[in-house]
Structure formats: structure tokens, C-alpha cells
């Protein structure tokens, strides 16, 4: 079988047997619209990062899902889910040793080891230090760090990218979206599905080109932020798999920051997005941990104070932390989009929220 479908075939959502039998329609349809071209460049987005085509169906299925319920015309779903199935192919022209692998961490490190007396700079740490100095760091960690970086460098020649290396490191990461509309333009794609594709990234156009961008690509930004997120893939391997009420709040947080505000057509989209996962992953995931913890913690309480010197399990603590951060953050969102969850679910959670500062207030 061709390795294209092989790959697309297998992929799974973890779902129950109808959503999985909805995914393999889906998929199923995505293969047969494709054109040759199109597929080809899949298989080679394919063959230089796996993880990459499966964050770009799982892109293109949340897409279509928020298309349609935002009712769009047939023509428009379907532009935009090939768009968003296309979105990455840029992705080609990142190198792997960058691709996936450079943590904010590693960052920190790379700014410290070539300004060791200057406190770390305000803002993005992508803009502050240069791809050479990026490759130059990781070079030092490897076995041959001069075969790595002579590597590398004739990599970026062969691809005709050696302009990036003296460039801000972001610079190189963002040229993923241009290179997308690069050779999507030359197999002859739509206009359409191109522009779609080539603003899946609004926060890299300037405030006056952003408004620019077709409002449709904010449905392919939304859809790609949150599977980058759960799936951690993209450029995101320094946020560790997040579940999707996780993701959901962080998302909310990240367009009001790069936007402003929310871009109206953002922010109907992220609230077909909410309405879709927020209930059900709130019902069979954070209320069930919480409960589960907030018992297991009551015992031990109850031994706290039966026995001197006993204390909460730092793990216990910084769980129940994080739930109630989660929880406060999950209220707060349902009540952004007009309380999305219903008001059981609601009270479940104040409840909730309650008895872990209860308990904490014994750490």
C-alpha cells in the first residue's frame, strides 16, 4: 500500500467505536479529493516528520467539524479542510534537529552561553538569539559537534535556506508558513486553499497585513494551535501533552495575547472547539481526578492528625495545585463563552474547587 494512505489509514483518535468509524469516513473522503500532486507532497512532509501529517489530519478534521457548524458553504469546508490538511508542508524546508526538538529551556541555555552577562531579554527567547547560535549550542552536545554543524550548514545550502542561519532563530521557524505557500503555488493548489493555508500563523503578519488575511484562516489557527497542543507536535515539544480542557485554556490565553483581543471569527471558532470537548473531558477527566484526589488526601489529613510528623506527599500537593489552577481556569473559560458547561457541571467544579483549598490549607 502506498505509505501516504498506509499512514493516514491507521491513524486512531482513541474514541469511542462511532467516533472512530466517523474518523475513518473522514479520512477516507480527505484521500479521495486529493489530488496527485497534493498527495505527493504529503508524502514528503511524510517522510521528513510523521508526526507532522498527523497533527495536519487531526488539524484538517477539527477544521471541517468547525466549518460546518459555523455554516459555511460545501465549497468553503472543503477549501478549508484541504488548506488545513496542507497547512504544514512547509515544514519540509526545518530541519529535524530543529524540528520538534528546541525546548524554551534550551533556549535559556543557548542566550546564557553567548551573553553569559546580560540578564535573559524580555519577550520571545525565538527572537533574541540566531539559528547559528541555536546549531552552534546543540553542535556542542553532540559526539562531533564540527561534523554536526558542517552537517547542518550544508543542509541549509542544499535547501538554498543559508540565509537563516545569521537570522533570528523565529525567523527560520516562521518560514514554514511561507514555504507552504511556496509549494503549494507551484503544484498548481487553488488560490483559495493556498491563502488559507499561508495565514494558518496570524500572530507572524504584521497588525496591518493580519487584517488582511482571509477570516477563514482563523478556523485553521484555532484547529492548530489546540491538536499542537495535545498532540505535541509542530513546534511545541516543550509543552508536554496537554489534555484538551488543558489545552482549550490555554488557547483562549494565547489569542488574547497575540491578538489583543479575540478576533470575532477566532472566538466563534475556539467556542465550536469548547462546546465540542469541554463538557464531555470535564465530566470523565477533571472531575473524576479531582474527587479521586481530594479523597485520597482527606485520609491522609486524617493521619496528619492522628500522627505527629506526618505530612502530604509533595506530588499530592502540587496535583491538587494543579487542579485547582485548571479548574478555576475551566470556570472561567465556560463563563468567557456563555457557560458552555451546564450548571451541574458548574456546581460539580465550585465544588470541587472548594475542597481542594480545603485540603491544601493543611499542606
Known sequence: MDTLLKAIK????????????????FKNRMIEQLREEEREVLRQLHAHSPGSLTHSVMVARDVEYIAKRMGLSDDTVKALTI??????????????????????????????????????????????????QVVDHKGRKAADKKRYVLLFEQWMKDKGLSRFMDLPFYDYIK?????????????????????????????????SARHKLPRECHIIDVADKFNAIIQSEGMREHISKESRTQALNIIAHELKHDMGVFHSFEKRALRIL??????PEV?????????????????????????????????????????????????????EFGHVLDHSIESSLEYYKIELEDVLRAA
Do not use: C
Not at 19 to 24: M, N, V
Not at 188 to 201: K, L
Open 10 to 25: 491507521e491513524l486512531k483518535i482513541s474514541g469511542t467505536p462511532e467516533e472512530e468509524r466517523d474518523f475513518d469516513y
Open 283 to 335: 465530566r470523565g477527566d477533571v472531575i473524576p481526578t479531582a474527587k479521586k484526589l481530594i479523597m485520597h488526601m482527606k485520609v491522609h489529613l486524617m493521619r496528619m492528625q492522628k500522627y505527629a510528623g506526618e505530612k502530604y506527599e509533595d506530588a499530592d500537593v502540587k496535583e491538587a495545585r494543579r487542579l485547582l489552577a485548571l479548574i478555576a481556569a475551566t470556570l472561567a473559560l465556560s463563563n
Open 274 to 279: 469548547v462546546e465540542r470537548y469541554l463538557p
Open 83 to 132: 488548506a488545513a490538511l496542507l497547512h504544514d508542508v512547509g515544514k519540509v524546508d526545518i530541519h529535524n534537529e530543529i524540528l520538534n526538538k528546541v525546548s524554551s529551556r534550551e533556549l535559556a541555555e543557548v542566550w546564557k552561553e553567548f551573553f553569559p552577562d546580560k540578564p535573559l531579554p524580555q519577550g520571545d527567547l525565538r527572537d533574541a538569539v540566531t539559528l547559528r
Open 175 to 207: 518560514h514554514h508558513q511561507e514555504a507552504s505557500k511556496d509549494i503549494l503555488s507551484k503544484i498548481g493548489v487553488s488560490q483559495e486553499v493556498v491563502e488559507y493555508a499561508a495565514g494558518h500563523h496570524p500572530e507572524y503578519f504584521s497588525d
